[in-house]
């Protein structure tokens, strides 16, 4: 995938850095330090105009659990705002940590019982994130196949550091785990790609020739297989939408859907909702 594709998911997928914008309208029950915070970080790109589905210039009621959620899982896993490309990402990562503490402890103050303690304490084990993992490429990938990915990914980043088996991940681990997924996935649309249209297991409804462009509906049925190999669940309506609209995007600066597919399909395996079991699974 290009930079600039990878440059546009990332900004899809969530609020970029920015200075001062407007202040968002919010009812009471939001804190004002965490509205001061989504004016000075999210707004500028969170503004209802550029490629970002997600329009921060008023914020969403104190009692829209699924809308604070996903923010709070986006600044927690040092997703959003994206930090800078080079260095850990807790010194690249453009909100204060005293601001990501605050941002994170008020929210899950407003939400309340809906802010279900499993988001913050079920990080994974590497081991139990590989799982995950292997189980996504299963379809495609046999099992010794995945190991083989799985090994030469991580010889490959062995200068920056390899993660203990039993150790839990966190933040700083983000650089291992989105090159082991970006090479899974690398993997799986490669194998894909050697088979007919007909008989792929998850990139569903990608032809022959995925530079061309696709049928109506074959964008979603895309981005739904994978949603569902990922995360084990059908995909709320708006989520599905919102997934189509940041693959076209993507697609538009990459040379072929395959790329643009690695690029979501990366996404998906690194997110905080898969390391931290967003899902709430016990």
């Not at 402890?105 to 084990?125: F, I, K, W």
């Not at 297991?201 to 739904?224: C, F, H």
Request: overall charge negative; charged content about 20%; hydrophobic content about 45%.
């Amino acid at each position: 995938m290009s930079r600039a594709a990878a440059a546009l998911l990332v900004v899809s997928l969530g609020c970029a850095r920015g200075n001062h914008a407007s202040a968002p309208a919010s009812d009471p029950g939001v804190p004002p330090q965490v509205a001061s915070i989504v004016t000075r970080h999210c707004v500028r790109c969170h503004d209802g105009k550029g490629d970002s589905t997600l329009d921060l210039r008023r914020l969403p009621r104190h009692d829209d659990a699924r809308a604070w959620l996903h923010m709070l899982e986006m600044v927690e896993g040092y997703r959003m705002p994206p930090p800078a490309h080079d260095g850990p990402v807790e010194k690249r990562f453009p909100l204060p940590a005293e601001q990501r503490e605050v941002f994170m402890e008020a929210v899950a103050r407003m939400l309340g019982p809906a802010a279900d303690p499993v988001v913050y304490t079920r990080h994974l084990s590497f081991d139990h994130w590989l799982a995950i993992v292997t189980d996504v490429a299963a379809p495609v990938l046999p099992g010794d196949e995945a190991d083989e990915v799985v090994h030469a990914a991580m010889g490959a980043l062995k200068p920056v550091g390899v993660l203990e088996a039993t150790g839990r991940i966190k933040p700083a681990d983000q650089l291992v785990v989105e090159r082991v997924s970006l090479a899974m996935c690398r993997a799986i649309a490669k194998a894909e790609g050697a088979r007919p249209a007909a008989a792929r297991r998850l990139m569903v409804g990608l032809p022959a020739n995925d530079a061309a462009a696709l049928p109506a509906g074959a964008t979603r049925v895309l981005v739904e297989t994978l949603y569902r190999a990922v995360y084990q669940e059908s995909p709320a309506a708006d989520d599905l939408e919102a997934d189509v609209r940041v693959l076209a995007a993507v697609r538009a600066a990459s040379p072929s859907w395959s790329e643009a597919w690695v690029g979501l399909c990366t996404a998906f395996l690194s997110s905080p909702r898969v390391l931290y079991l967003y899902s709430g699974a016990p």
